[in-house]
């Protein structure tokens, strides 16, 4: 499908989604996402994510089953091991892991919107993944340009 | 340069590119986002991709010397080993580790376009790395806001 | 904050950032972006990163504590170390780690930009991140798509 230029038809919406965590998790904001494109009444264009921490992170996972979860916080416990001597120790043994966590995932994620669908496919949900040991308020940008709805 | 707002000058295009792999490989789709960009008559804007998949994903890596693919799904094996006890072992022994693969590499990729070209390095190639050990058929979301040629 | 389409509103900006680096290091752009999104007049919009090299990379990571940089260099090289035997190794013993490194990073960023400033968050900076021994000339493309100053 091409839409091509049509005067005016092109907008943006921002929004802020507030996400509590408790400790290492995977967190489901796929519903809350799809709530908000409802609500602004997007129809064709580009959503982006974008997360304003250096400790936490976003992830496009599997959906069904939660034992992916486990396993792929198990394997982000490997490759950034606390147990490991870091310069960096001021903040606490979780830190550190938590930012190369973060580095090895992602900040941003874009994902296109056609028809006021999120083009997802079946098995994917939209993540936020929580690095540190306590809980914390994480905050996610939302940014939406495209065409709305009259 | 700067393009200042030019009433109704932005537009955009969404296209599904459809990929058959056959086991753990690097897919070059250059040319294919390439012919499409051309078919489409885009000039300047932003160009992203989106794979509907969480066992498969995207990369942008060097396109020269084939040597690199190899050692690349070499690395990712080493990072995420299929002969560690998962959880998440009901879809066989080379998903989850698939799944780690795909959180650590990408799901969206945004190419800024100039003048009808994708602003790629000279070795920059965009890939789809499949994880599984079977065949699949991927799909790549295709999306492109910006101008077009009259 | 919800902007409806606005006739002619929406418009683009280009840019070719250029940065010297030597050896293996998180170089801050934090300021050279914020600059240019000051220069162009930009008021809301998406601004996208896209570094054209696979051997150097982009990461959003914490600016405060430099040790964190350290702990992440030393991390990015147990993921991927040098001593292991690769298949291409005609361009030195620090490339294919260096092709690793960037596949497990970033070679492109979307910051979403409100009133003028990029939302990131307090401890956000953003980075280029050599993977190279030898001083190298990267290019970093910034693309901003959205509304501007009179």
């Known amino acids: 499908m091409v839409t091509?230029?049509?005067g005016g038809a092109i907008g943006q919406a921002f929004e802020m989604l507030s996400v509590?965590?408790?400790g290492p998790s995977l967190s489901d904001q796929t519903a809350a996402v799809r709530v908000w494109l409802a609500h602004i009444g997007a129809?064709?264009?580009m959503l982006t994510l974008f997360i304003r921490h250096t400790s936490a992170s976003l992830l496009i996972?599997?959906?069904a089953d939660p034992d992916v979860h486990t396993d792929l916080l198990d394997?982000?416990?490997r490759l950034a091991p606390r147990?490991?001597?870091y310069v960096h120790e001021i903040e606490g043994p979780d830190d550190m892991p938590a930012h190369i966590k973060s580095a090895l995932t992602q900040t941003s994620l874009s994902i296109p919107v056609q028809a006021g669908r999120m083009l997802l496919g079946t098995w994917q949900g939209i993540y936020v993944?929580?690095?540190r040991d306590?809980?914390?308020r994480r905050e996610i940008a939302l940014h939406y340009l495209g065409t709305f709805r009259d």
Chains 1, 2, 3 share one sequence.
């Open 4 to 6: 091509k230029p049509t």
């Open 20 to 22: 509590e965590t408790s």
């Open 43 to 45: 129809v064709d264009g």
């Open 61 to 63: 996972q599997e959906n």
């Open 75 to 77: 394997a982000l416990d």
């Open 83 to 85: 147990e490991r001597p």
């Open 129 to 131: 993944v929580e690095h």
């Open 134 to 136: 306590r809980p914390h």
